[in-house]
T-cell receptor, first 118, second 109 residues
Framework: GAGVSQSPSNKVTEKGKDVELRCDPISGHTALYWYRQSLGQGLEFLIYFQGNSAPDKSGLPSDRFSAERTGGSVSTLTIQRTQQEDSAVYLC????????????????FGPGTRLTVL | DAKTTQPPSMDCAEGRAANLPCNHSTISGNEYVYWYRQIHSQGPQYIIHGLKNNETNEMASLIITEDRKSSTLILPHATLRDTAVYYCIGPSAGNMLTFGGGTRLMVKP
């Protein structure tokens, strides 16, 4: 079946511009996560959506970053007034309803959006 | 959060077993250990997870020590396509994944 998809695959923008990154999770998955990965680094958690609950925004690095998830499916990550340090690969993941007895579920990752801020 | 420690890099000959160690001395008794890998320019891919018992699936085997302070991921017959960064992950508060530096496995012909 279809996996997690993200668009665009690459985005080049100028410093100060706003960008929107899109994630289409696997159908039926209740949880959706955004991470970013700078060159040669591990993943940095940004935000987590679970069903209709309020999102966990604890990883967002500044108020220039925001995300929404409409209808419990598609999510958009918005970065306002982009800075050069925002350049990274932005990864989205989704997971199904949490299994009983597990601390969390397997997460299925999309291919990422490579953002370059000039 | 359970902290994990892995060697930064390892080499393995094609066709041989790759044994990737991970220390997770702070993990508590009911916390799972998960392994993911990330092939260049792709998103991370789930491999396997375990709690106490050794686990095996079509991709790998996971050996967990009795005291649960360390584990080893085994790729029984490594191929060139297994070249990737392998992440051993303990649970974090909430449901996000906390990736450390991982082990960069290079499978050589």
């Amino acid at each position: 079946g279809a996996g997690v998809s993200q668009s665009p695959s690459n985005k080049v923008t100028e410093k100060g511009k706003d960008v929107e990154l899109r994630c289409d999770p696997i159908s039926g998955h209740t949880a959706l996560y955004w991470y970013r990965q700078s060159l040669g680094q591990g993943l940095e958690f940004l935000i987590y959506f679970q069903g209709n609950s309020a999102p966990d925004k604890s990883g967002l690095p500044s108020d220039r970053f925001s995300a929404e998830r409409t209808g419990g499916s598609v999510s958009t990550l918005t970065i306002q007034r982009t800075q050069q340090e925002d350049s990274a690969v932005y990864l989205c993941a989704s997971s199904p309803r949490q299994k009983a007895g597990h601390s969390y579920n397997e997460q299925f990752f999309g291919p990422g959006t490579r953002l370059t801020v000039l | 959060d359970a902290k994990t420690t892995q060697p930064p890099s390892m080499d393995c000959a094609e066709g041989r077993a790759a044994n990737l160690p991970c220390n997770h001395s702070t993990i508590s008794g009911n916390e799972y250990v998960y392994w993911y890998r990330q092939i260049h320019s792709q998103g991370p891919q789930y491999i396997i997870h375990g709690l106490k018992n050794n686990e095996t699936n079509e991709m790998a085997s996971l050996i967990i020590t009795e005291d649960r302070k360390s584990s080893t991921l085994i790729l029984p017959h490594a191929t060139l396509r297994d070249t990737a960064v392998y992440y051993c992950i303990g649970p974090s508060a909430g449901n996000m994944l906390t990736f450390g530096g991982g082990t960069r496995l290079m499978v050589k012909p």
